[in-house]
């Protein structure tokens, strides 16, 4: 009985094939929409899963539940007669504030019970020498917990210890293409770089990271690769602290400033503070406020940003687009559907004689079934796996030729398959019905 079923379904399945054969031109046309629909829809999975890694990567970058405060510096320190009232009050008050310090990050820490570690940092663009080799690149006064909040790792030598950044001490770790300028063919481990007007013993090298410059921008990050780091102690206490004023300091800072063309009295040019759950941050972030504000005077001097929440934001709203654009590709997969069920309803009324021909025989209405079922699979089959090729090929292209990053995934393709078969068994069943419910005999009479 068994070997009998077999060969019945073998025998249906192998007349479909002929029929989808002997229309080439035809079968292919109606493919279309299904080859086109899965295409977009792997496409467009890719595009999303490029999307999330992107903000893996990017979240890397800023560190996990970090805040970044950064000082508002008032250009001129001055304000026009026509200002608000508002713009007035807090310029004066600016003038009060001592900017952003050490003690507000010793003050924030010791207040608010949900900071896990915080990070303050000096920054100045400077030239930075070793014997003949000369660059440009920042020199930047970092805190202990730096290089893990970003996730920084080394090439080569060691890391700052608590030595170093308790007495200051004149040591540097510097990025990996800045060895590579400074250092072509010596190992910069143990050798003085100068940094401005500071001398500095090289004793790490940092790792490669790849960082473009829109991410520099909008998450406030540096370029890891180019930077020169020292202990804070050390850039405060031997280079340059903007909160000390002294007769030197002042005539520094006159100098800079009518270069500039802008005050700056904040002795720290970032705080990093890392909250210890996520949850925590936006109510973390208002008592940060109200703590700056009370110690600065009531002034508005300070910028305070969440990057994680930007990413999330931006991911959040990727994902819509992701969702419409492949709600968009899905359509494609029905309209390629229907389009299998109006060529089928078609070859039934073409096929009237055939179809009797084969009842007249001893065909049953489920063996018609069959043949045009599988008609319409074999058709939704072969579309979705042209459609499979399709959709990788322009994946691919949309990741080499454009800056959207595109990740294919196993996920899309096994759903994007079944989904065209499910499609073909689904629209092919209506045809498939009609052809067996018809008469025989009025069939054979059918011209």
């Avoid at 608590?162 to 010596?186: D, M, R, S, W």
Wanted: with cysteine; hydrophobic share 45%.
């Amino acid at each position: 009985m068994a070997a009998f079923n077999f060969e019945k379904y073998r025998l249906n399945i192998t007349i479909a094939l002929e029929a989808v054969m002997g229309n080439k031109i035809r079968t292919i046309l109606t493919a279309l929409g299904i080859i086109f629909g899965v295409a977009a829809v792997i496409a467009m999975l890719a595009i999303g899963n490029g999307a999330k890694k992107e903000l893996l990567d990017q979240m890397k970058l800023v560190g996990v539940n970090n805040i970044i405060i950064t000082p508002k510096l008032n250009k001129d320190n001055s304000v026009n007669d026509d200002s608000d009232k508002d713009a007035k009050e807090n310029s004066v008050k600016a003038e009060l504030s001592k900017g952003l310090s050490l003690m507000d990050a010793k003050a924030i820490k010791r207040i608010l019970t949900t900071v896990k570690t915080i990070s303050p940092e000096v920054v100045s663009e400077q030239s930075i020498v070793y014997k003949k080799n000369r660059t440009q690149g920042e020199f930047t006064g970092i805190g202990e917990s730096f290089f893990s909040l970003y996730n920084l790792e080394l090439e080569k030598g060691r890391f700052f210890n608590q030595y170093h950044y308790q007495e200051g001490q004149q040591v540097c770790i510097i990025g990996y293409n800045l060895a590579v300028k400074l250092f072509p063919t010596e190992n910069p481990i143990n050798k003085d770089v100068k940094c401005g007007g500071l001398w500095l013993k090289v004793i790490g090298v940092l790792k490669s990271r790849a960082i473009d410059k829109g991410q520099m921008s909008s998450l406030q990050i540096d370029n890891f690769n180019l930077n020169v780091y020292a202990p804070i102690q050390t850039v405060l206490l031997r280079y340059n602290d903007r909160s000390v004023i002294n007769s030197s300091h002042l005539k520094k800072r006159r100098r800079r400033n009518e270069q500039a063309k802008v005050v700056n009295r904040n002795q720290l040019d970032k705080l990093i503070v890392q909250i210890d759950e996520s949850k925590n941050i936006a109510n973390s972030l208002e008592v940060i406020r109200r703590i700056l504000k009370r110690r600065h005077a009531g002034a508005n001097d300070v910028v305070i940003t969440v990057p994680e929440m930007l990413l999330k934001q931006e991911q959040k709203t990727r994902s819509i687009f992701n969702i419409v654009l492949a709600a968009i590709a899905s359509i494609s997969l029905i309209v390629g559907g229907i389009g299998i069920m109006n060529i089928m309803l078609a070859s039934v009324l073409e096929r009237v004689r055939e179809i009797g021909l084969r009842r007249a025989i001893g065909a049953k209405q489920e063996d018609v079934i069959l043949q045009f079922i599988a008609e319409a699979t074999i058709i939704s089959v072969s579309g979705g796996i042209l459609g499979i090729i399709l959709g990788i090929v322009l994946s691919q292209l949309i990741g080499r030729f454009t800056d959207i990053s595109t990740i294919i995934s196993g996920f899309s393709i096994f759903v994007s398959f079944f989904v065209s078969v499910g499609i073909g068994i689904a629209f092919g069943y209506m045809p498939a019905k009609k052809a067996a419910v018809q008469d025989p005999v009025e069939s054979l009479r059918h011209e």
